[in-house]
């Protein structure tokens, strides 16, 4: 590690509560219990959440995760398969005594909330996550939790409800603390080709999305979210690398929800996120997560920017790939190494060219 990553501080904190690290092992199949937390913890997540706890425990039917691939995954899975007294009996004191930060996600009824928020909040939790199926739900929940628990509350959006962002702004005017943003999308569906049948085994065959093709929707709902004045915020969807995640950090949040890339890769993964965060910080001129976060709320167009793009060609960065070539459906592009060719009449400024290029030897400056 470089003397410049090492001053880079990736310490963040959610209301109040100080977490080492951004990466957060968002509710899932690897905190089922709490030696999944604290494997986590131990490589690298600043701090984990428990999955969903619910009055019952689930029952899934078989089988409840598949791959889109992509690093995207498709699943049917319910909350937790634990009774919620062995969480709050075992496994949240268990990781707690190991010294996880342990954000407990407790769904999906107001009544749920009223049996659960205070034991999870005794049995040590550092905060809750609370999980509903439609705001109408979400909204009472908040107002039971603060009433059960002096720890703070977050609030999860769901992208799959109408406006996410106004349901942010109510839960934070209903007393909540933080909101993290998203839950997985859909329905979706996977056809298994070789037996023509859905491939998830839930009544319907459906699934929700996860993983990254998640991602630009999950950024948007966060920036919106951030847009709405909301400084505590979790992001989560699709983030399977540190690029992503300063993109999660630059549309305004504080901390960065990883599940399905931990799914696929390994609990590793968090090792590996942390250490490139530090070193594309540093390479940004970022020192913290504090500086980085919302750095691009405010460079948001008010308006559509009508112009061109000045091109600029590196040659020493250009493979010849012609990938810029092959995108251009304006055939306005041709390599013809070590010169590049633009046809100006032809090419109508669309970036496709510059956002394809894989080395860098290709940019674009907006003109107007
Ligand atoms: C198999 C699976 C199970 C999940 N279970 C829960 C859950 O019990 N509670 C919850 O709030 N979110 C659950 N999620 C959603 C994740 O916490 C997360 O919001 C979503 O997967 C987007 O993040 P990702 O793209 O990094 O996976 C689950 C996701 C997956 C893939
Ligand atoms: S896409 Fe980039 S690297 Fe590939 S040929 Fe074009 S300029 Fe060169
Ligand atoms: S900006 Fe668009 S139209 Fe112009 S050369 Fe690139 S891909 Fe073609």
Redesign the pocket.
């Known amino acids: 590690m470089s003397e410049i990553q090492k001053q880079i501080d990736l310490s963040t904190q959610i209301a109040g509560v100080k977490l080492k690290s951004p990466f957060v092992l968002?509710?899932?199949?690897l905190s089922f219990d709490a030696e999944g937390m604290i494997r986590a913890y131990r490589a690298g997540a600043g701090a984990c959440?428990t999955?969903?706890l619910r009055d019952n425990a689930a029952i899934n039917p078989v089988p409840?995760?598949g791959s889109f691939g992509r690093d995207?995954?498709i699943?049917c899975?319910?909350?937790?398969d634990f009774d919620a007294d062995i969480w709050i009996e075992k496994e949240i004191p268990k990781a707690k005594k190991e010294g996880v930060v342990v954000i407990g996600?407790i769904?999906h009824t107001p009544e749920e909330a009223k049996n659960l928020v205070k034991a999870v909040a005794d049995a040590g939790a550092d905060m809750i996550?609370l999980?509903s199926y439609s705001e109408d739900t979400m909204i009472p929940m908040v107002d039971i939790a603060c009433r059960n628990a002096n720890i703070p509350i977050i609030c999860?959006m769901s992208p799959n409800w109408p406006d996410p962002a106004s349901t942010a702004v109510k839960c934070l005017e209903a007393g909540a603390q933080a909101i993290?943003a998203?839950?997985?999308i859909g329905p979706t569906l996977k056809i298994d080709i070789y037996n023509a049948r859905p491939e998830m085994n839930s009544e319907d065959g459906y699934g929700?999305m996860?993983?990254?093709a998640?991602?630009p929707i999950?950024i948007r709902i966060v920036s919106e979210i951030a847009r709405k004045d909301c400084k505590e915020l979790i992001g989560?969807?699709?983030?399977?690398k540190a690029e992503e995640a300063v993109e999660m950090l630059m549309a305004g949040a504080g901390a960065v929800?990883?599940?399905?890339?931990?799914?696929l890769k390994g609990i590793g993964v968090f090792e590996k996120l942390n250490k490139n965060l530090s070193k594309l910080l540093a390479e940004l001129g970022y020192s913290s997560i504090e500086a980085v976060k919302g750095a691009a709320l405010p460079n948001f167009p008010k308006k559509e920017i009508i112009g061109t793009l000045d091109f600029k060609f590196d040659e020493s960065l250009c493979t010849k790939c012609k990938k810029c070539e092959i995108v251009c459906c304006y055939l306005a592009r041709k390599l013809e190494f070590p010169q590049m060719k633009l046809d100006e009449d032809l090419c109508r400024y669309c970036g496709l060219c510059i956002s394809t290029c894989p080395t860098g030897a290709l940019k674009g400056k907006v003109s107007v």
Do not use: F, Q
Request: positive net charge; charged residues 15%; hydrophobic residues 35%.
């Open positions: 968002a509710s899932g199949p959440v999955k969903t409840h995760i995207t995954l699943n899975e319910k909350w937790s996600s769904g996550e999980v999860k993290s998203i839950d997985s929700w996860s993983g990254s998640i991602r999950a989560i969807g699709g983030v399977t929800g990883v599940c399905s890339i931990a799914m």
